[in-house]
T-cell receptor, first 115, second 112 residues
Framework: KAGVTQTPRYLIKTRGQQVTLSCSPISGHRSVSWYQQTPGQGLQFLFEYFSETQRNKGNFPGRFSGRQFSNSRSEMNVSTLELGDSALYLC??????????????FGEGSRLTVL | AQSVTQLDSQVPVFEEAPVELRCNYSSSVSVYLFWYVQYPNQGLQLLLKYLSGSTLVESINGFEAEFNKSQTSFHLRKPSVHISDTAEYFCAVSSGTYKYIFGTGTRLKVLA
């Protein structure tokens, strides 16, 4: 059974650009959660999608958005990139809503560097 | 609302020594508790979890954690660490419709 796949693994952008990250969950998983990981802040919750609907949202500005498709694959987008957006973006999938599930399955992350 | 606190950002320990990584949580409802481990350049993977039942849970590689409801803690312990245990460890809490919340992580550095 394939694990959670995130693409791209590494990318470099400049300030003001936008970026789209992709996450393919484990087959059969309906929930996808996104996290931002930085050395100073640890894991910060961005949002969770379940059955194509955003179910939970963290405290990030509107520049951060996401969506989920009917096959449960998810994308997140960051517009007008800032230097502080440099981070490892992690995607995690679960069978049901993350809060009710026993385990999250993580991808290896997309490392974004903003210059 | 829920929160998770990992007081120790870094824990250095010599090989074969015991270690305890501390985790405290706050929640107004019953919770599920988890420890995840992250090795360099990888995503997180589940180490162990408490959902219900026995308050002492164990992992396959010798770690254990005990759910203490009165102290709202879920500390992670290992009686003898190996170099390969060097990683970052995250405590997490979830509950029903609430978000899955992670602590800020503890970097375990095992020294030869």
């Amino acid at each position: 059974k394939a694990g959670v796949t995130q693409t791209p693994r590494y990318l470099i952008k400049t300030r003001g650009q936008q970026v789209t990250l992709s996450c393919s969950p484990i087959s059969g998983h309906r929930s996808v959660s996104w996290y931002q990981q930085t050395p100073g802040q640890g894991l910060q919750f961005l949002f969770e999608y379940f059955s194509e609907t955003q179910r939970n949202k963290g405290n990030f500005p509107g520049r951060f958005s996401g969506r989920q498709f009917s096959n449960s694959r998810s994308e997140m987008n960051v517009s007008t990139l800032e230097l502080g957006d440099s981070a490892l973006y992690l995607c995690a999938s679960s069978l049901g809503l993350a809060g009710r599930s026993g385990e999250l399955f993580f991808g290896e992350g997309s490392r974004l560097t903003v210059l | 609302a829920q929160s998770v606190t990992q007081l120790d950002s870094q824990v250095p320990v010599f090989e074969e020594a015991p270690v305890e990584l501390r985790c405290n949580y706050s929640s107004s409802v019953s919770v599920y508790l988890f420890w995840y481990v992250q090795y360099p350049n990888q995503g997180l993977q589940l180490l162990l979890k408490y959902l219900s039942g026995s308050t002492l849970v164990e992992s396959i590689n010798g770690f254990e954690a005990e759910f203490n409801k009165s102290q709202t803690s879920f500390h992670l312990r290992k009686p003898s660490v190996h170099i390969s245990d060097t990683a970052e460890y995250f405590c997490a809490v979830s509950s029903g419709t609430y978000k899955y919340i992670f602590g800020t992580g503890t970097r375990l550095k095992v020294l030869a």
